[in-house]
């Protein structure tokens, strides 16, 4: 098993897009994440990273967010999948085919703080795992991968990372991601 580990840890230092994250990541241990997801018993997925030309979110977090609620409802475990109305159809269809049992929330554009305090304090996870979603830079601003400033179509879902005692994952590409931690980006 440590074998492939290796492999996928090689795979994650990969940087084809060279945008320079790879270099600044931190070791992580496979095996570690893995022991944690297993057990797991109450795990919320939030993904959904809009794009501003077209006002629809991206493909990649929808489609890793229903593999990864796919494997872990085949492991009995109670899922939410947390999105917002930009990527709202595509997640719900990723997982109509991957994970029908996972269970669905539209985090709305005003009151999302509310909203999810409202999830965390209904679910109690014991695993929150960010994909692909949007946060906060230091400057308290949401930014693309181009540097605009994407407020408007972000409905923010930072506090389903920080407020709650959960084990909590962060899986980006580009490390303006929520859980990635503060990408500094010009203002």
Known sequence: MERLFAQIANVLKSDPGNRGLAGSLPDTSLSKLAEELMAARRVIIVTGFPIKSCSIGETDGPCGAANIAYALTHLEKEVTIV?????????????????????????PMKGAEAFCRCLLDEIRPTHVIAIERPGKSFTGHFYNMRGEIIDDMVADTEL????????????????????????????
């Not at 999105?83 to 985090?107: E, G």
């Not at 084990?167 to 503060?182: H, R, S």
């Open 160 to 187: 389903l990372l920080t407020g709650t005692n959960a084990v909590t994952i962060g899986i980006g590409d580009g490390g303006n991601e929520l859980g990635m931690g503060g990408a500094p980006c010009p203002d």
């Open 83 to 107: 999105t917002d109305v930009y990527s709202y159809d595509m997640v719900t269809a990723a997982c109509a085919l991957r994970a029908p049992s996972a269970q669905m929330a539209c985090v």
